[in-house]
């Protein structure tokens, strides 16, 4: 059964970059039919699909985030990662990382997730 | 960006109820069209996908319908544990986009 696991500062400080790594186990991350991806839900706000990472290395980003996100694989360790960069307070937030089903798209499963504060 | 809006935001309704939560979208998305549920303090689950495909796994109260921007999640009969935020999202273009959420509780 694939599971995910997000792991990472839990917490940050302004202007700085959130970073956060997402293990996947049982399934490999080379598959073919997927991509990879990132999702963040504010306290009781809404869903924001942040980006996605196919195992060959293209990406494709939100473009309210794009300019700030940067989404790697690490093949080797079954992982891909996030980074955030120039963080505020409006980035605090559970995120959560996702299988992403290419055609047709869909998430699932997601890691539990990791709630990431930004205070100084 | 493709708005999602749900509605209502919120109902009550007793287990063993049908109910159905509506989303409707700025755009056509055609079938773009996917459910989730996420329960108090856990990670959103996947329910349906490509507006009326049930995920693998899933109970069979479940189902969807809908095409082009009007869609709708039913929930034959509700159990304890659908007691929860339902969310649904469009694939059809970037960036994928979420709906609101319904939160629905006991009555």
């Known amino acids: 059964q694939l599971q995910l696991q997000e792991s990472g500062p839990g917490l940050v400080k302004p202007s700085e970059t959130l970073s956060l790594t997402c293990t996947v186990s049982g399934g490999s991350i080379s598959s073919n039919d997927y991509y990879w991806g990132w999702i963040r839900q504010p306290p009781g706000k809404d869903l924001e699909w942040i980006g996605s990472i196919y195992h060959s290395g293209s990406t494709y980003y939100s473009s309210s985030l794009k300019s700030r996100v940067t989404i790697s694989v690490d093949m080797s360790k079954n992982q891909f990662s996030l980074k955030l960069s120039s963080v505020t307070a409006a980035d605090m937030a559970m995120y959560y990382c996702a299988r992403h089903h290419n055609t047709p798209q869909w998430f699932d499963p997601w890691g539990q997730g990791t709630l990431v504060t930004v205070s100084s | 960006d493709i708005q999602m809006t749900q509605s209502p935001s919120s109902l009550s309704a007793p287990v063993g109820d049908r109910v159905t939560i509506t989303c409707r979208t700025s755009?056509?998305?055609?079938?773009?069209l996917n459910w989730y549920r996420q329960r108090p303090g856990k990670a959103p689950e996947l329910l349906i996908y490509g507006a009326s495909r049930l995920q693998s796994g899933v109970p069979s109260r479940f189902s969807g319908s809908g095409s082009g921007t009007d869609f709708t999640l039913t929930i034959s009969s509700l159990q304890p544990e659908d007691f929860a935020t339902y969310y649904c999202q469009q694939s059809y273009n970037t960036p994928i986009t979420f709906g609101q959420g319904t939160r629905l509780e006991i009555k």
């Open positions: 755009q056509s998305i055609t079938s773009h």
